[in-house]
């Protein structure tokens, strides 16, 4: 299963992005899409999680802001952003995981999309 990101760039504090994420490929799935991202000389976080019911969470800091959505014909997930802040900055990844929420091991990664927000 190969995940590429598209549609990241760099907005102004408070705009909006939309990055999606096309699955392909073949091989077993998981239970769960996610999105993590990675700020400069942070760790990996996880930002919000689907799981494949449809249910989904959020990080805290982003609650309110972000939607993850999916898909299902096109196989794309996506993450609506909004209200973007300076600390939502990073790299962000798609991710397949083989647990719900994301609670274990991430079965596949995407190679990322950058989001730049500047004042």
């Known amino acids: 299963v190969q995940l590429v990101e598209s549609g990241g760039g760099s907005v102004q504090v408070g705009g909006p992005l939309r990055p999606s994420c096309a699955a392909s490929g073949s091989g077993i799935r998981g239970v769960a899409m996610a999105w993590y991202r990675q700020a400069p000389a942070k760790e990996r976080e996880l930002v919000a999680v689907r799981n494949n019911g449809g249910t989904t969470n959020y990080a805290d800091s982003v609650k309110e802001r972000f939607t993850i959505s999916r898909d299902i014909a096109s196989d794309t997930l996506y993450l609506q952003m909004n209200g973007l802040k300076l600390e939502d900055t990073g790299m962000y990844y798609c991710?397949?995981?083989?647990?719900?929420?994301?609670?274990?091991?991430?079965?596949?990664w995407g190679q990322g999309t950058q989001v730049t927000v500047s004042s």
């Open positions: 991710a397949e995981c083989w647990y719900l929420g994301c609670s274990g091991p991430v079965a596949y």
